[in-house]
């Protein structure tokens, strides 16, 4: 089994930053793709960005594009994104996803083998 562990949400300002981690566990040797979710209240799980494997590739939701940066570090088993100029529209939890599946255009939260349990970012207006 591989776990995903999020960290780093929290309360910002509008127009603030943060930085939310994914530390994987378990048989991450065998992880491709990586990626992260949100989900506010009452909506729907929505795709935020994703990474190849090399973390050559990068893909992302038209809403954050050019405000947020995703990134890995395969030696510490760990994703991240950087979430810059944040709007009060960016509030979700915010879930970790992984599969060992090349990513190939999944932007379907079911495609997604593995999840972490999420972690919560609010930003105030």
């Known amino acids: 089994q591989v776990q995903l562990v999020e960290s780093g949400g929290g309360l910002v300002q509008a127009g603030g930053s943060l930085r939310v981690s994914c530390a994987a566990s378990?048989?991450?040797?065998?992880?491709?793709?990586m990626g992260w979710f949100r989900q506010a209240p009452g909506k729907e799980r929505t795709f935020v960005a994703a990474?190849?494997?090399?973390?050559?590739?990068?893909y992302y939701a038209d809403s954050v594009k050019g405000r947020f940066t995703i990134s890995r570090d395969n030696a510490a088993n760990t994703m991240y994104l950087q979430m810059n100029s944040l709007k009060p529209e960016d509030t979700a939890v915010y879930y970790c996803a992984a599969d060992q599946r090349p990513w190939a255009g999944a932007y379907d939260s079911s495609w997604w083998d593995y999840w972490g349990q999420g972690t919560q970012v609010t930003v105030s207006s």
């Open positions: 990474i190849s494997r090399s973390g050559r590739s990068t």
């Open positions: 378990g048989r991450t040797f065998s992880m491709s793709a």
